[in-house]
């Protein structure tokens, strides 16, 4: 099914849903039409004596128009009045007969206090008790048995009113006809009050839950507790909650006081923080006031309780018209929500109004109508949640196929950027390999023969191209030079400082063949054109055909001479070259004399700081190894160094550039001439 049409049959669920919530107990209310009302015209009497001989004679009547409103009609202030009263009116024929046929029952509304029902003249129910005292302030419903021979013709009701409690009928509500009937009627309204309080449970918890999940929208909490409230208020007007409560009249209406006082401020609340994120000043005064109020039930007897019931009466009818006021003006500014709870507020707050007008004795109607109303505001909140649903899931989708557009044009250009990528990184190790095929074209051919002597070199960079350096060249006095450089860092940066060294090298030996003086000279060159801070090691070593030699170092490793009896380090003091500008660089100038037979070997640091388990390979391990094949033929002893350095890292690549070179003194041919 598609996503539109599904979205329709889900909203059309809903609402059949919830027609059927509303409907079911307005249409099974219909079922009930054998009983029949006796609310109306009645008449009321003081100073009833109940065990006089004759009780009811010499009674001054006054009729009413209600009996739940004794205090406000014909003089009769039972709040001030203490004894016996007596309520009367005839009874309709048919239920005479049903008396007559031992079939009358009695549906009341709350009596109190302790009262008595009679037929007639005679007793036909008790509902409490007046010595020893005990308070009737319950529901009636039950049989009226009678004895007599023909047909009763009144109905009449005794109330006692008492220190504590005043006589009334609440509720508005007297049912008489036949047992079934009767009693049938009562377990509906039971049936009735229990399904709402059950509704309202169920839709309290449900918001207070979501309002619990998302603590961002706090007017699902506010309505949750609106609506929590509004089933215990209902839960105090069934039978089975006085049965509980028993005689605790004071508790209950206590109860039911305080629940009232509390309904006000989380409606408003609800309004103001679901269409503006705040708390209505309005709210926060009712809560206020409510609140004292609150405060001021537990410290009431019952005839105070009903003082501030009229006082909730009076400020209940003004927040119900802000709150009207309020839901107009946002339909006003045409919000589509507000539309929606409009009907739903509206008829609550009509018929909450209908309800204190009926509590108040201004209007006769039947009672409690806001329970009915409460489900339609809630119908106006399940489809305003039924929409946020559709448009989260329309948005979601929307989102859903927008991000996979984006994701497809963000692949494509991924993909395009990798191509370019891989394209540029191929042109980048092309132009490496270049870089270090020239790198090593400007190192000179080993094995190399010259004189009594013959040099060896092993060189390892740790990338392609990297900082470390040699050189071979005569002196204009015939003698050879010998340079091992090792420049920081490594890559082109690198590469190119040994191609200047080259350059440098070779221009320093045709002005002097002093290892100290040239050295200086690679430094000024460098120093001359190279602005960043990178820096080169080197040791030089220049040597005649007799085997004498001078030897200088620019903060280089020192040489290891391998004698045929020894080995020993040979070094000089001297400044790294390229990093001291502003005072002259230092170099030490040494002589150095390698017979027939010695050995000479020029390194680099990666040889001596390779490093496994933050331990370096060191000088010590460099001698040992040495001492082992000092005296295999020159590739062989070099390639023993690095197997020595390779075992120990205990790595296949090394951490560092290696650089090694031998020099060895035995009977050889003429060096060749390039």
């Known amino acids: 099914m598609p996503r539109k049409n599904y979205n329709k049959t889900l909203n059309m669920r809903r609402t059949v849903f919830f027609v059927f919530l509303i409907a079911f107990p307005l249409l099974s209310g219909c079922t009930f039409d054998s009983t029949e009302s006796l609310s109306g015209d009645w008449n009321a009497a003081l100073n009833f004596l109940p065990g006089s001989r004759d009780p009811f004679a010499k009674l001054e009547w006054k009729a009413i128009g209600t009996p739940a409103k004794l205090s406000r009609e014909s003089g009769i202030d039972t709040f001030r009045y203490r004894g016996w009263i007596i309520l009367q009116r005839p009874l309709p024929l048919d239920l005479g007969q049903k008396a007559l046929e031992g079939k009358l029952a009695l549906h009341i509304g709350r009596v109190s206090d302790a009262a008595i029902i009679y037929l007639d003249d005679t007793i036909a129910a008790k509902i409490g008790n007046e010595s020893p005292y005990q308070s009737g302030f319950r529901h009636f419903t039950g049989s009226l048995p009678w004895k007599g021979t023909s047909p009763p013709k009144v109905l009449r009701i005794a109330m006692l009113a008492t220190e504590q409690f005043p006589a009334t009928i609440s509720g508005l509500e007297i049912q008489g006809g036949s047992t079934e009937d009767v009693f049938a009627h009562a377990n509906y309204l039971e049936l009735i009050s229990c399904f709402f309080v059950a509704i309202y449970l169920s839709i309290g918890c449900y918001h207070m839950i979501l309002g619990l999940r998302r603590l961002e929208d706090l007017y699902n909490i506010h309505f949750g507790l609106f609506a929590l409230l509004l089933a215990a208020f209902y839960a105090f007007q069934t039978y089975t909650f006085e049965t509980v409560s028993g005689n605790q009249v004071l508790l209950r209406e ?95 707050m009509l018929t909450g109004i209908h309800d204190i007008m009926v509590a108040r004795g201004l209007l006769y109607s039947i009672p409690g109508t806001s329970k009915f109303s409460f489900l339609i505001l809630n119908a106006g909140l399940a489809v305003i949640l039924a929409n946020r649903v559709i448009r989260l899931q329309q948005r979601v989708t929307d989102l859903n196929a927008h991000l996979e557009q984006r994701v497809e044009s963000r692949t494509i250009e991924l993909a395009a950027a990798l191509s370019d990528l891989q394209n540029k990184d191929k042109r980048i190790q092309n132009e490496m390999e270049l870089a270090r095929e020239i790198q090593l074209g400007i190192l000179p051919e080993m094995p190399l023969l010259w004189k009594e002597f013959r040099i060896t070199a092993r060189y390892q960079s740790m990338r392609k191209i990297g900082g470390d350096f040699y050189d071979v060249q005569q002196t204009r006095d015939g003698k050879l030079a010998i340079l091992m450089a090792d420049v920081s860092g490594h890559g082109i940066p690198a590469s190119l400082i ?10 320093a030996l045709q002005h002097s063949s002093s290892p100290a003086e040239v050295l200086r000279a690679i430094n000024d060159e460098i120093l001359a054109h190279i602005t960043s801070h990178q820096y080169l090691t080197a040791a030089l070593i220049v040597i005649s055909e007799n085997g004498d030699a001078l030897y200088a170092s620019g903060g280089h490793c020192p040489a290891v001479l391998i004698g045929k009896s020894d080995i020993r380090l040979v070094s000089s003091a001297g400044s790294i070259l390229g990093a001291m500008r502003e005072a002259p660089v230092a170099i030490e100038e040494i002589p150095v004399e390698i017979k027939s037979g010695d050995r000479l070997l020029l390194y680099t640091d990666g040889i001596t700081e390779a490093r496994h388990n933050r331990e370096n390979f060191g000088m010590d391990r460099l001698r040992q190894i040495c001492a082992e094949v000092g005296q295999e033929d020159g590739e062989t002893f070099l390639d023993s160094v690095l197997s020595a350095v390779s075992r120990f890292a205990q790595k296949a690549d090394p951490d560092d550039d290696i650089s090694l070179l031998l020099l060895e003194h035995t009977a050889g041919v003429p060096v060749r001439n390039e």
Do not use: N
């Not at 006000?264 to 809560?287: E, K």
């Open 498 to 507: 040994t191609t200047m060294t080259k350059i440098s090298f070779t221009t």
């Open 254 to 348: 206590r109860l039911e006081e305080t629940v009232l006082f509390l309904l006000g401020p989380p409606l408003l609340f609800f309004l103001s923080d679901y269409f503006y994120g705040t708390l209505s000043r309005f709210g926060l005064l009712a809560q206020l006031f409510f609140t004292g109020m609150v405060i001021a039930v537990w410290f009431s007897d019952y005839r105070h309780l009903m003082v501030l019931r009229d006082v909730w009466h009076l400020m209940a009818f003004a927040v119900m018209v802000y709150v009207m006021f309020y839901i107009a003006r946002e339909c006003y500014e045409k919000k589509r929500d507000a539309m929606y709870m409009a009907p739903g507020i509206g008829l609550l």
